[in-house]
């Protein structure tokens, strides 16, 4: 089967520190023209600059029907992969061939102009993809449904929250029948319930025989829904394999190893005015930095971190995935009775939580580390892959029976309580 997608040798340079003229599209064209004369005169600047590579000669083809997940580190070179696919700016080097319609969605409300309303920028971007008005007006309304923005529809978009104007993005790049679907990591800005709706529009769109690029951290959905994946690191392809083998090899290759990260300045750590991360660390029962437990030792998970406002209310917590990418539990410091509702003074606090001994499979475990407002709907602070550690199977063990090593089914190995009786004669069947 011929490829819808050839990449040879793409590469890309930035110099850093110094304007660059932008590649102009179509795109700009249409729906920057207002703009057009500002960016004239911001245009220019100059002198020394360092360069940076964000892609190191790249070469992959991508079949027809497949769904590619894109995942590393941030500045790995993946955003700058699907923005040269897209066309919005242009290789340094090599080439990239695509045959077909193009939807892409990479940044919130990429293509949209912010004073025409959803309804105008709607029947826009389908003028963008090549689509007559009769083709965009017959997808019109199951667009506006997916999007769930019907009583906005005749409203700018620059009023739109960033929510409703990427679920009118995305919902405009699924349904307008490209043949590519270019997807990056904008989903991480809606609800849960919309991206779980987004992920399985995707998989429609793969069953139709079209081709979807996906960038994500979310490692367990490019397990479930993509049947292929690049990991990228530095600006190289450093692998590309079936989906779950490469989730595998990323988990292992570039997280694992630390269990523990400081930041020694607020101008590096994480966080916004108000409070900063300072430390997190994996700890034994002894209270010392630990990268490998047993499976009877229970895991402590210390998080440090700074409140520069008086009367913050937050909360601390942390997301756990195993090294397949799987979210194993979410934990926060909601039952800390102590804190909770309590407005906090400017400070240094720490909060630890332990996870018991035989709860965990065996294998590496990576944590995303998060501090918000009590009151606020998502994090203040979210640092993904921040330390690592391991469970391993020392041998056999009065705890845990003759069963040893990884159990292949399940995130978990609790061991819980079981008792069994033998019942009375008379209570068998005839």
């Not at 600047?45 to 991508?62: H, M, N, P």
């Not at 105008?120 to 689509?131: A, D, H, K, Q």
């Not at 990591?185 to 139709?208: I, S, T």
Request: net charge neutral; aromatic share 8%; charged share 25%.
């Amino acid at each position: 089967m011929k490829p819808i997608i050839r990449v040879e040798g793409l590469s890309k340079r930035y110099r850093i520190g110094a304007r660059q003229e932008s590649y102009a599209t179509l795109r700009d064209a249409l729906s920057g023209a207002m703009r057009a004369p500002l960016r004239r005169l911001r245009r220019g600047g100059g002198g020394d600059a360092e360069t940076v590579w964000a892609l190191k000669g790249i070469s992959f083809e991508v079949r027809p029907g497949e769904i590619v997940g894109v995942i590393g580190r941030n500045g790995a070179g993946k955003s700058t992969l699907l923005k040269l696919l897209s066309r919005i700016t242009e290789p340094t080097d090599g080439r990239a061939e695509l045959y077909g319609r193009v939807g892409s969605l990479l940044e919130v409300g990429t293509g949209f102009h912010p004073e025409l309303t959803g309804r105008e920028n709607v029947y826009l971007n389908g003028s963008i993809l090549g689509m007559k008005r009769a083709e965009i007006a017959r997808k019109f309304d199951e667009i506006v449904a997916f999007a769930e923005i019907e009583k906005f529809l005749d409203t700018p978009v620059k009023r739109y929250s960033s929510g409703m104007y990427m679920r009118l993005a995305f919902a405009v790049a699924a349904h307008l029948e490209p043949e590519i679907l270019l997807v990056d990591e904008v989903l991480a800005v809606g609800d849960a319930a919309f991206q779980k709706k987004c992920l399985g529009k995707m998989g429609d769109v793969a069953r139709e025989g079209r081709t979807v690029l996906f960038v994500s951290h979310n490692l367990s959905s490019i397990s479930v829904l993509c049947n292929r994946a690049f990991y990228m690191a530095s600006g190289n392809l450093i692998e590309d394999g079936p989906a779950a083998k490469v989730v595998e090899s990323y988990m292992t290759k570039a997280v694992g190893g630390a269990p523990s990260v400081e930041w020694k300045s607020i101008e590096s750590a994480p966080g916004t005015g108000g409070m900063r991360l300072r430390s997190v660390r994996v700890l034994d029962a002894s209270g010392e930095v630990c990268g490998s437990f047993g499976m009877d030792e229970p895991v402590h998970v210390e998080v440090t971190y700074e409140l520069l406002q008086p009367g913050l209310e937050t909360n601390v917590g942390y997301h756990l995935y195993n090294s397949k990418g799987i979210l194993v539990f979410v934990s926060a410091d909601f039952h800390d009775a102590e804190w909770l509702d309590v407005a906090k003074e400017p400070g240094r606090y720490r909060s630890v939580c332990e996870i018991p001994g035989q709860f965990l499979n065996t294998g590496s475990y990576t944590l995303d580390v998060a501090l918000s407002r009590a009151s606020g709907q998502s994090a203040d602070v979210f640092e993904k892959e921040v330390v690592t550690f391991e469970l391993v199977d020392e041998g056999p063990s009065e705890t845990r029976g003759r069963f040893m090593g990884e159990w292949q089914i399940g995130a978990l190995r609790p061991k819980l309580k079981w008792k069994t009786t033998r019942l009375r004669e008379d209570a068998r069947w005839d």
